[in-house]
């Protein structure tokens, strides 16, 4: 697999955390309005909607789908039903910097989980990249001020957001796979190969969903801006984000990708200073320069 960055590749791979940053800042937002878990189920039943008139014949019976069932089914459990919900539910226990700040620690996840389970050398300018990048996210949360790191302190979210960041990474090193028989088709189709993991995903975080019903004391608070949010995130941080990231993966492979995934928290503190009517600060350029650098020096051969 090349590692080497395209233009077109690198747009594939700063799209994502753009709209992940963007996804943050609505769910935000909805706070208290939707449960955590079936906030997630419905944002990819709006996904699946989205996809069904592009992609619809993938499940039909006879469809190259049905005997790669499994592979999808687990794809569609880590990447759709698992992580994301799991990331609103660290939300409840853990606040924000700590979620960011655990979650920035993916390309050491993915670099690790590639070495002992999927055979894949580690070279020692991976991880100089890998510690350039996380220092650039930390440059972000710490705003500049390093002693605003000193007061962390880890909760059940952040252990949570852990094992979700775990997740990810095997689902990234997942998509580099090749997809049994005639199943192998569905990957130059991005909508075919997107709806394959949705629809089962879809299944799982149903049941997910269910099951926060069953235990606690769920409730929607409807209102337009919900809607309007829920359609958002079903749309640009679902179907778009996830289309590209499939894209940029399979292109450079799971460990460079994973530092343009450090890239979130600094688009998410820049768009909450727009939102904020803040100007960006010196330590958002530096931190720039620091992640940037960190996939510069990851993906030279």
């Not at 747009?11 to 937002?29: D, E, F, I, Q």
């Not at 829920?230 to 940029?248: F, H, K």
Request: hydrophobic fraction near 60%; charge should be positive.
């Amino acid at each position: 697999m090349s590692a080497r960055l395209t233009p077109s590749t690198i747009v594939m791979l700063l799209l994502p955390p753009l709209l992940w940053a963007s996804n943050a800042v609505v769910g935000r937002m909805v706070q208290g309005m939707v449960p955590p878990v079936t906030m997630n189920f419905v944002r990819w039943l709006v996904a699946f909607m989205v996809l069904l008139p592009l992609a619809g014949w993938v499940l039909r019976r006879g469809s190259v789908l049905w005997p790669a069932w499994r592979r999808f089914a687990l794809l569609g459990l880590l990447g759709v039903g698992l992580y994301n919900a799991m990331q609103y539910l660290a939300l409840k226990s853990s606040t924000p910097i700590n979620v960011t700040l655990v979650g920035a620690s993916m390309p050491v996840w993915m670099l690790a989980i590639g070495w002992l389970f999927f055979k894949v050398r580690v070279s020692p300018r991976q991880m100089v990249g890998a510690v350039l990048s996380i220092v650039g996210v930390l440059v972000v949360l710490s705003r500049g001020e390093w002693r605003q790191l000193l007061g962390l302190r880890l909760v059940a979210g952040d252990l949570l957001m852990i094992v979700a960041t775990i997740v990810w990474s095997f689902y990234s090193w997942l998509l580099t796979l090749p997809l049994p028989g005639a199943a192998q088709k569905l990957r130059p189709d991005w909508s075919a190969f997107l709806m394959a993991q949705v629809v089962f995903g879809l299944a799982w975080s149903g049941l997910f969903a269910g099951g926060e019903w069953l235990v606690s004391d769920a409730r929607i608070h409807w209102s337009w801006p919900l809607a309007a949010a829920l359609v958002y995130v079903g749309i640009g941080p679902a179907v778009i984000a996830l289309r590209c990231w499939g894209t940029g993966v399979q292109r450079v492979g799971p460990s460079i990708a994973a530092f343009f995934s450090n890239l979130t928290p600094l688009f998410a503190a820049i768009l909450s200073s727009a939102f904020l009517g803040e100007l960006p600060h010196l330590y958002h350029a530096v931190a720039f320069l620091l992640i940037v650098g960190g996939i510069v020096l990851s993906s030279r051969r």
